[in-house]
């Protein structure tokens, strides 16, 4: 049973992967758009509840990059940063999962936690990205509660109505078992 559930973490994995790959498309490679809706967040959201966090990790720190290698976009120092955020989503995301009860308002505490841990660490890596990388530049607090909050807000949103209905019924369905 437990290489069986390897095996379904990893194809659940590999789906998640696919789905930062494809999504992101809905947009139309159009940024503002992308920021408006963040669609490679919500396969690697998901991935912390399907996947466990380790597997969950691993996608997100790929599919910036891996993105960005198949198709220029996200572009670079946002795909670096990126990739450390949605790492984090999903590590924090599926550690809190299995950590917490499972009701659904802690599905609300596990997302909410991994947004914000996430935003705090995409902002710490633009810091260095932008003041100490190679990217000339300095990068501000204004700019980050700007493009992590302010801006972002409707994909907030959406996250947080979408991911819990998507988990309850993947849990409905038997394909998360608790």
Known sequence: MKKRDALLRLVY??????????????????????QLLSPMHIPVLLAGF???????????????PLRHLLFQFPPYPTFVAMAFELAVYGLVCGLLYRALPKKVPYIYVS?????????????L????????????GTYTLS????????????????HIVLIPILVIALRRAGIIRD
Not at 16 to 24: D, H, Q, R, T
Not at 112 to 123: E, K, L, N, Q, T
Not at 146 to 154: E, G, K, L, Y
């Open 13 to 34: 994995a590999a789906v998640c992967l696919a789905l930062c790959m494809v999504l992101p498309m809905i947009t139309g490679h159009i940024p503002q758009v992308g």
């Open 143 to 158: 700019a980050f509660l700007t493009a992590h909050f302010v801006a972002a807000w409707p994909a907030i949103v959406l």
């Open 111 to 123: 997302l909410i936690v991994a947004m914000i841990v996430g935003r705090i660490v995409s902002g």
């Open 50 to 64: 399907l996947c466990g966090p380790w597997w969950a990790l691993a996608v997100g720190l790929i599919a910036p």
């Open 125 to 136: 890596a633009n810091v260095v990205l932008y003041n100490v990388g190679a990217k000339e």
